[in-house]
């Protein structure tokens, strides 16, 4: 695929393309994918319409739990960002927190078109078993994986170099931000930009 010179962000001609609650409903074309991955709750839904930056196409909410399919959206003919379900949901009942895990864990195995994982967590907390799951995912597929510290506005200024230093044993250069004050987002549409470049490169 060729490289186009389109700026992508802000992204004026993203749209909402469709929401597959099974994988045989994710779309059928060749545009790349970014996946947005991360506990529940952790401000995925949110991180997209801060790195879109155009209005609120993607659904958040205060409860854990929203966003329970995988959802599609176009930012241009070449380039879709995925909103993945939360992992982690301890309200949902086993069979649905399963199945949850399974429809994500089968896209992030299996999708061809997928070049990397934005992977949010909230900064205040320590990294999980899941998170570390899904970077040696990741490298065995030879993906790449970009780390977002998420709400960084709820943390006190000496703890944002304890929260770098406790997540780079999961992944290289993870970013500080908010999606709340958007701090750190041109940090992440420059991440999106490169791994994007590095993807037509090697197409
Ligand atoms: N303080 C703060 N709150 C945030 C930030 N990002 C998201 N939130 C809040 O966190 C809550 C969850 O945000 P969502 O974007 O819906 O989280 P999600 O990861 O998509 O959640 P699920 O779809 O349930 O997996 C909402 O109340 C957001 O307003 C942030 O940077 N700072
Ligand atoms: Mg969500």
């Not at 930056?53 to 929203?66: C, E």
């Not at 970009?146 to 304890?162: Q, T, V």
């Not at 290289?172 to 930009?193: T, W, Y």
Request: net charge positive; aromatic share 6%; proline share 3%.
């Amino acid at each position: 695929m060729k490289q186009r010179a389109t700026k992508l962000w802000p992204a004026t001609r993203a749209r909402f393309v469709t929401s597959a609650h099974r994988l045989s409903e994710r779309p059928r074309w060749k545009l790349l994918e970014i996946a947005i991955a991360g506990r529940s709750n952790a401000g995925k839904s949110s991180l997209i319409n801060a790195l879109l930056g155009v209005g609120k196409l993607a659904v958040t909410s205060k409860t854990p739990g929203r966003t329970r399919a995988l959802n599609f959206f176009a930012l241009n003919e070449y380039l879709a960002l995925v909103d993945l379900p939360g992992y982690g949901y301890a309200a949902l009942s086993k069979e649905g927190a399963q199945s949850l895990s399974r429809l994500l864990y089968e896209y992030l195995r299996t999708e061809q078109n997928l070049i990397g994982v934005l992977l949010v967590v909230d900064a205040r907390r320590d990294p999980e078993s899941q998170e570390f799951e899904l970077a040696a995912l990741l490298r065995e597929r030879g993906l790449s994986l970009i780390l977002a510290l998420n709400k960084c506005d709820k943390l006190a200024h000496h703890e944002r170099a304890a929260a770098l230093k406790k997540y780079a044993a999961l992944a290289d250069d993870p970013i500080l931000c908010s999606a709340l004050q958007k701090e750190g987002i041109a940090e992440l549409r420059r991440r999106v930009d490169e791994l994007v470049r590095s993807a037509h490169k090697s197409a």
